[in-house]
Structure formats: C-alpha cells, structure tokens
C-alpha cells in the first residue's frame, strides 16, 4: 500500500469511527461533565448548576440533548411549578466503564481542585479499587504497547461532503472557576487517535483529519504546552517535525477504547472502523474496566466514593 492509500485509509477509517461519531455527541468537556454529575448521584438542574458553574442555558442544551438521546429520562418531582429530575438509563449506564476510565485518568494527570471523589470503595470485595483496563478475551491489563490498529472503513457511518469539511471551534482557554472532568476536548482525543495510527507529522495529521492547517497548528500548539504531544525535529529532514505521544495522552487509550465500544452497542449498533488486535492473545481487543483486587468487572451501584454510591436511583 502506498503512503498517500495509507493515509486516505486512515482519514476514512478515522471521519467513520465510532469514535469519532461518539465523540460528535459528547466530545466536549459540558456534557461529559453531565454525564459524571449523573454517576455521582445529581438529578436536579439546581444542583448541577451550582456543582458545575455552568451556565443555565448551556445546562439546558446538554440535559435535552442526553435526554433526547435516551442517556438520561427524566422524573417529575413537583408538580407546581413543574418540575423533573434526571437519572440514567441502561443506555446512560453503558457509559460507566468510560466515566470509570476518566477518574482514573483524572487521578494521575488532573488538578486537584477537580470536584470529582478522591477514592472509590468496591462493595463486592469491600477493597478501595483503582479501575484497571484488561482485555476481555484474555483477561489481562492492557496498554496502547500491547494492541496494533486493524482499519476497516465503515462506509455507512462516512460523513457527508458538508460534515467532512466543517471545522469546529476551538477554545482556547479553559472554563474558569472548579470543573469536574475529563478537559481534552474531541479534536485533541482525534489528534491522539491520528497519531496512534501512525500519524507523527503535521500534513499527514492535516490530511488524516481533514483539519485547516491553522486551526491544526493551534491546537498542536496547545497540546505541546499541556505536554499531550512531544514535538521534535526529525534527524531525516531537519525541516520537518516530528510529534509524538506522551505518557499523558497514552493514558487516553482507556477512555478512547471504551466510548468507541460504548457506541458500537449501545448507540450505533455499529461495528467500529478501527479496531484493536490484543497483540499478546492475538484476539479482538474488547475493552472490559475490572476492580484491581477481586478483578471483577465494575457496575456503578456496587460502587461507593466516601459515603454516597454512584447509582441511578
């Protein structure tokens, strides 16, 4: 396969992720914040409001859109003024192992100013846990260094001509006063994906993501201040620049993995266009998050963080 087939590959592989399509709905950090205030037990607008210092409207937006998409279902608790409260669904809770992915990610690399729990306790071996990524077929901690890519276009979830070419809008700053959550928003999770695919150079990223170069340079730019990308000059052509992962952003496969999949069941009901080979048993790498101790798989209602237990009551 040449190089220019490689990266058209991949750029096809990549628009028609599911990934990439999950991340469409909820790459960005207001509703992944949602998504963990509703694992942590809030229901009401209030308390969200007041927990996240996100603004009303905004709220509004993302609990219609989680509503919408059957993530959450709402709960009428008062009826003068009207008033419902939200709580997960099945489908709201097949995204745990991915919430379980950002504490974990957020434990090493986060602010400790995040409001999200410190420790979580696992009722089934009554151990404090730490969430731990293995492969289902095999049962064994798994890293990026232990799966190769496999791309495979999924040609029903391709973009249209419109989709591929609008660009997003990139803040550059983030939201200030206490957050809680993952803050890597869905172009820089892309910009990682494109590089665990083989992307290290600045026009193969360009052409793998159909990013314009000066909003790619931007973001580059930001991600090598956060210390999500290593940018350094390649001894072939000192011209050029070469970028790569760091432990940081390596630490995102976890979450990446598990909301491709989440999608695939439960959103999509589609298979995913890149898809990971456990290289040590040699199967499809499917994502399972398991408790450290009993190595049982986790569900959020056996799951306590100091005194409250994460559910969807």
């Not at 409260?85 to 986060?110: A, F, N, P």
């Not at 869905?186 to 600045?202: E, K, P």
């Amino acid at each position: 396969m040449s190089h220019l087939n490689h990266l058209d590959l991949t750029r096809d592989a990549l628009s028609s992720s599911t990934l990439n399509q999950a991340l469409k709905i909820l790459g960005d950090r207001w509703t992944t914040q949602v998504i963990l205030g509703a694992f942590l037990g809030i229901q009401k607008f209030d308390d969200w409001q007041s927990n996240l210092q996100i603004p009303r409207h905004t709220l509004a937006q993302r609990l219609k859109l989680l509503t919408h998409l059957n993530i959450l279902q709402t709960r009428l608790y008062q009826d003068k003024p009207v008033r419902s409260s939200y709580h997960l669904t099945q489908k709201g809770l097949g995204l745990y192992d991915c919430v379980l992915m950002i504490w974990s990610w957020e434990q090493r690399w986060g602010k400790d100013s995040l409001n999200i729990p410190k420790q979580l306790h696992h009722q089934n071996c009554g151990q404090q846990l730490k969430p731990q990524l293995v492969c289902t077929a095999c049962q064994q901690p798994s890293h990026i260094r232990d799966l190769h890519f496999e791309l495979h276009p999924n040609r029903q979830l391709m973009p249209t001509v419109t989709e591929q070419y609008r660009t997003t809008r990139i803040s550059v700053a983030d939201t200030p006063g206490q957050q809680l959550g993952l803050r890597v928003d869905r172009w820089s999770l892309l910009i990682i994906a494109s590089v665990m695919l083989g992307c290290h150079y600045f026009d193969q990223m360009s052409h793998a993501l159909g990013i314009g170069t000066r909003v790619l340079s931007n973001r580059l730019a930001q991600m090598i201040e956060r210390v999500f990308l290593i940018c350094e000059v390649d001894l072939n052509d000192t011209r050029r620049r070469f970028y790569k992962l760091t432990p940081k952003s390596r630490d995102l496969l976890g979450y990446m993995v598990c909301l491709s999949t989440w999608a695939s069941r439960h959103h999509l009901h589609q298979f995913s266009s890149i898809q990971p080979k456990h290289t040590a048993c040699g199967h499809a790498f499917v994502p399972r998050v398991i408790c450290n101790t009993c190595c049982e798989p986790l569900q959020a209602w056996r799951v306590q963080y100091r005194e409250h237990e994460l559910s969807a009551s």
